[in-house]
């Protein structure tokens, strides 16, 4: 074995093993995946920097201020966020922690937080001592003699504070059972927030041991592939055995090192990682659902449809006012690439505004299936490259009809693929399938000659009737609406139904003789279908694109995008596309718009607003039909011009709406 790659192996895989004993601390607290937690430590390892070189603090003092800081800021996300949707489903909780990551790598990449570009370049980024060790080719300098030498001495000091502290066994009893932690007098919410505290710390130590290694660029990018790696030890663990998930990241990063030393093609590494995860995940199967205790664990958070009640629906009003909504809905959207305001007619924002229908297209997928069938997907994005690229190999045989079934049976084949593991696979630990499945398709598949041709420069020429990027929007739009009408007459037909009934309650389901396997199978072929035909949006939009394009942390956007519109929700899918990706291309793509559109606001609709954007638009809409009806009864209508927005408000939290007195009323179903 070479030596030289176990060496530095050894080196990456305490990285790996420390990061996981941070997912799997939170992970014990609450039974979810803290996507955040790298990024908290590299805001953390990005103002070490600029503590000692700008402001000329000494080395220890930074450390020991961005370390606290980091441990404060873990108690803060406890007690505003985690504590205020703890009896949320765990979906919610990850999606958060997925907008606090956004947040925190906005925050490192501002130029108050980040030190002096040119004197970080000429004096490199600060480390405690310098000192070298030769072993065999390798030279290791401080930052590995750092890594080799803390993170071990880290391990070994939360080792002794849980075993032999009172509060680290106060931490293991509320995290193994929390009633009978309540009944022995300990304050589980305290426990967690502590938890809290530990795992910013370990994310501060972690990623300040990383950063002379690595450009700040390279820290804020780990994202995905980092976490992937981590959480495959966590996973070999069982997301609770502190020392056991330790090991298995040093064996990762010795397999990874050893991987890439042996075989020079690229991304292999990437495959070696998504065998390993997808055995562990399909080696603990039966320990990880057993460890899943919270009621909530497998819970989607979705807002559905909410259909008007049928004598409401029936009113001549009503129905003029629905026509009315539709036709304007579509008459806007058909116009707005050639409306003379705010830049709409330029190229570049029509090309914006066509990813935006294609992102709408991608979420169409995800509200079947994970707002139906309850199958919690992290690596849609990467379904999306699959149409992309098949299309792409076959547009010289095919004309664009064809090319659009051809997509879309790849992307059901591939999506069929990845779901076999939910047979034996549920909740979060099948996200992290899909998030492997999303990070080995963009770091080896797509780079594949023999599935995508040339990697480097994928050409996809569009049709005579396509040149323009006005028409390409166009015929993204007409796509979209066909899904729409085609996913709508899915909710509504039998095996609509049946993904409901498989996801609200799968034994029973099972019991009344309805496949679960199957159903699930089916969710999957039809949101991959979708996902490809998205693919091809995308490729006539872009026309030259490659593997990077599809980057895995676009899977995570996607999520957060259905999640602000409501996932379950068609209108969701729609609403949450044009708040993350059509109100930037509109006003300018610029970071505080983007962050604004993302991170906050994700924070501020599953904080405030549960139901996400959706159900905003549910309580205008109930409180007009309200309205309308009463007028067409002969009753008095509610006192005001504008509907009160104490109305608006009671109903966006899934509260009864108004009520019709000689009539049931407009119901709001949570």
Known sequence: MNLDAVVLGLIQGLSYGIFAIGLVLIYKSGRFVNFAHGNLGALAAVLLAKLVIDVGFPYWVAFAIVVAGAGAVGAMIELTIVRRLFEAPRLVLVVATIALSQLFLYLAFQGWARADQQALVLQGYPVPFEASVRVGNVVLRAPHLAILVVIPLVMVGLAAFFRFTAYGQAIRAASENPDAARLAGISVRRMSTLVWVLAGVVAAVTLILLAPTRSVVEIGALGPSM??????????????????????GVAIGVIESVTFATFTEGGITDLVIFLVVMGALLWRARELSQSVRD??????FGADERPLPADVVASPGVRRLRAGAVVAVLGLAVALPVLPILDLNTSSTTFDLTRMLGFALVGLSLTVLTGWAGQ?????????????????????????PLLLVVAAVFGAAVAIAVGLPAVRIQGLFLAVSTLAFAVVASGWAFQQPALVGDPSNVFMPRPDWLASERAVYWFALALLAAAVIGVRNLRRSGPGRLLIAVRDNDKAAQSAGISVTGTRLLAFALSGAMAGVAGVVFALARQNFTATQFDPATSLQVLLMVIIGGLGSISGAILGAVFL??????????????????????????????????SGLHAVRDVLVARIVRRERGLPPPPGIVPPLGELWRVALGRPAVELPDKSPVEVRS
């Open 581 to 614: 990706f059509g109100l930037p291309a509109v006003l300018g793509g610029g970071d505080l718009v983007r962050l604004l559109t993302s991170a906050v606001g994700v924070l501020i609709v599953l904080l405030f607003l549960p139901g996400g954007l959706v």
């Open 295 to 300: 009621p909530h664990a497998g819970a989607v």
């Open 227 to 248: 976490l992937v790696r981590a959480l495959g030890a966590a996973l070999i663990g069982r997301m609770v055995n502190l020392p056991v998930a330790f090991v298995a």
């Open 376 to 400: 919690v997907s992290l690596g849609q994005y990467a379904l999306v490259g699959v149409g992309a690229f098949a299309a792409a190999r076959w547009v010289d045989w095919l004309p664009l």
